[in-house]
């Protein structure tokens, strides 16, 4: 069965330091999304990306942060410059559609911002 | 405001008892409500929608829009039901999905 894969599955960077999270989605798939979570707390939306463009985006998703889809498999998420409160585990969805469809999961990547 | 609460961090029970895992939720439209389920070392995955009205596992969830509430429920528990349980709901129209904060579900044997 097809999977979202994403990779590291553990970054450690330090403070002030750029972090590139990759995902790939599954194949046949046209939206893809960003969520969080912080150790303890609950999962956040963070950006909606459709026709290689966001579609919406989150109070959290700040200047700081940037996704981009470079050659039409992959899908990354940047980190400009990470802050302590920037650890948290970052998921990759990817549906067919958005309403009523189904998103599928990567199993995240875990940073650590030291 | 947009919101799901689930109101149990923790729901402990026996082996062959009933399970509710409470959902309420905080929507100004016509909700689209989905139950994900989190198992040990896997991903998030899909467990149900309210809008295929099917049963998975043994798992059924009822939109009640009077209460505005998506209450998971399964008659007999199975220990491979322990598992971390999130209610969530699409806002929008761009697919966001707006998650609670998630239900331990833990199956004694």
């Known amino acids: ?114 | 405001a947009q919101r799901v609460t689930q109101p149990e961090k923790l729901l402990s029970v026996f082996k062959g008892a009933p399970v509710e895992l409470k959902c309420n939720y905080s929507y100004s439209g016509s909700p689209e409500l989905f139950w994900y389920v989190q198992y040990s070392r896997q991903r998030l995955q899909l467990l149900l929608r309210h809008i295929s009205r099917e049963s998975i596992k043994g798992f059924t969830a009822d939109l009640n829009k009077g209460e505005t509430s998506f209450h998971l429920k399964k008659p007999f528990a199975q220990e491979e039901d322990s598992a971390m349980y999130y209610c969530a709901l699409i806002a929008g129209n761009t697919g966001k999905l707006i998650f609670g904060q998630g239900t331990t579900l833990q199956v004694k044997p």
């Open chain 1, 1 to 114: 069965e097809p999977e979202v894969t994403q990779t590291p599955s553990h970054q450690v960077t330090q403070m002030g330091q750029e972090v590139i999270l990759r995902c790939v989605p599954i194949s046949n798939h046209l939206y893809f999304y960003w969520y969080r979570q912080i150790l303890g707390q609950k999962v956040e939306f963070l950006v909606s990306f459709y026709n290689n463009e966001i579609s919406e985006k989150s109070e959290i998703f700040d200047d700081q942060f940037s996704v981009e889809r470079p050659d039409g498999s992959n899908f990354t998420l940047k980190i400009r410059s990470t802050k302590l409160e920037d650890s948290a585990m970052y998921f990759c969805a990817s549906s067919t559609g958005t309403i009523k469809n189904i998103q599928y999961f990567g199993a995240g990547t875990r940073l650590s911002v030291l």
